[in-house]
């Protein structure tokens, strides 16, 4: 079946721009995460979505990040006022909970956003 | 605070050697622990995964070994392969609400020479 998709696979954008990333999780899943892939902090945790619940957004790293998740699908990640250290690959991932396959989450190809 | 801690930074093995990566972890609360293995342009994969009530899980090549007194584990890949040549990172979390969020360590790089 279809994993985990992200658009667009690279963003090239001017220090100070607005970028929006976005995310598609495998359907069903209840679950999605947004991640942040850089040289000097590896992996780090941003924002989760879980079912109607409200978001966990106590990984975003400033006010400019914000995100979204319509429906209970597709997710939008926003940066305003880009800046050069939010170059990274943002990564989403999604799961489900479901017998021996519960929690397991499942990664994207990633955004690659440079700043410029 | 770096919750989960990895080494080596990198490590070079001959074919059909055994590749080992700790992960040490702080937080007790930590009940799910996996490995993931990511080439390069691509998303994380998840490669294995334990919970603390076991000491052991083995998927064909691949065994995580879990200490919980310690608060360490291990990836052990049997008979490495080139193929196997990949950035390895160990995770953990904590169930929050049927969801959880992954910290990770800081990663392996495994290079298998032929």
């Known amino acids: 079946g279809a994993g985990v998709s992200q658009s667009p696979s690279n963003k090239v954008t001017e220090k100070g721009k607005d970028v929006e990333l976005r995310c598609d999780p495998i359907?069903?899943?209840?679950?999605l995460y947004w991640y942040r892939q850089s040289l000097g902090q590896g992996l780090e945790f941003l924002i989760y979505?879980?079912?109607?619940?409200?978001?966990?957004k106590s990984g975003l790293p400033s006010d400019r990040f914000s995100a979204e998740r319509t429906g209970g699908s597709v997710s939008t990640l926003t940066i305003q006022r880009t800046q050069q250290e939010d170059s990274a690959v943002y990564l989403c991932a999604s799961s489900r909970q479901s017998g021996g396959l519960r929690y397991e989450q499942y990664f994207g190809p990633g955004t690659r956003l440079t700043v410029t | 605070q770096q919750q989960v801690k990895q080494s080596p930074q990198s490590l070079i093995v001959q074919k059909g050697g055994i590749s080992i990566i700790n992960c040490a972890y702080e937080?007790?609360?930590?009940?799910?622990f996996p490995w993931y293995q990511q080439f390069p342009g691509k998303g994380p994969a998840l490669l294995i995964a334990?919970?603390?009530?076991?000491s052991e899980k083995k998927e064909g090549r691949f065994t995580i070994s879990f200490n919980k007194s310690a608060k360490q584990f291990s990836l052990h890949i049997m008979d490495s392969q080139p193929g196997d040549s990949a950035t390895y990172f160990c995770a953990a979390s904590s169930t929050i609400q049927g969801a959880q969020k992954l910290v990770f360590g800081q990663g392996t790089r495994l290079t298998i020479n032929p």
């Open positions: 979505f879980q079912g109607n619940s409200a978001p966990d």
């Open positions: 359907s069903g899943h209840t679950a």
């Open positions: 334990i919970r603390p009530d076991v």
């Open positions: 937080n007790t609360a930590f009940d799910y």
